[in-house]
Nanobody, 117 residues
Framework: QVQLVESGGGLVQAGGSLRVSCVAS????????MGWYRQAPGKQRELVAA???????NYADSVKGRFTIWRDNGKNTVYLQMSSLKPEDTAVYYC???????????WGQGRQVTVSS
């Protein structure tokens, strides 16, 4: 089994930056990809960014050029650096992993990111 523990996030003014981190533990060898989802109040959870075990990344159109995902395999950690934040980026951000599957089947507890205008 894989466990994910997130940290970071918080409150920032529009235009500012924040970082969220996610440490994976357990059967990390089974992880094919890791990613960040977000869910704003009243909206569906959406994929923000993902990175494969080979380092291939993809981003939602809404965050391209502003967010960066990367992983430190030595620390079993994936990061999401968020820059030029907008109020519409306000959401709970969830770390997720594809562990032994091609679906996102492992989830962290979520971190609140609030961007004030």
């Amino acid at each position: 089994q894989v466990q994910l523990v997130e940290s970071g996030g918080g409150l920032v003014q529009a235009g500012g930056s924040l970082r969220v981190s996610c440490v994976a533990s357990g059967s990390i060898f089974s992880i094919n990809a890791m990613g960040w989802y977000r869910q704003a109040p009243g909206k569906q959870r959406e994929l923000v960014a993902a990175i494969t075990s080979g380092g291939v990344t993809n981003y939602a159109d809404s965050v391209k050029g502003r967010f960066t995902i990367w992983r430190d395999n030595g620390k079993n950690t994936v990061y999401l650096q968020m820059s030029s934040l907008k109020p519409e980026d306000t959401a709970v951000y969830y770390c997720s992993a594809q562990a032994g599957a091609i679906s996102w089947n492992v989830w962290g507890q979520g971190r609140q990111v609030t961007v004030s205008s």
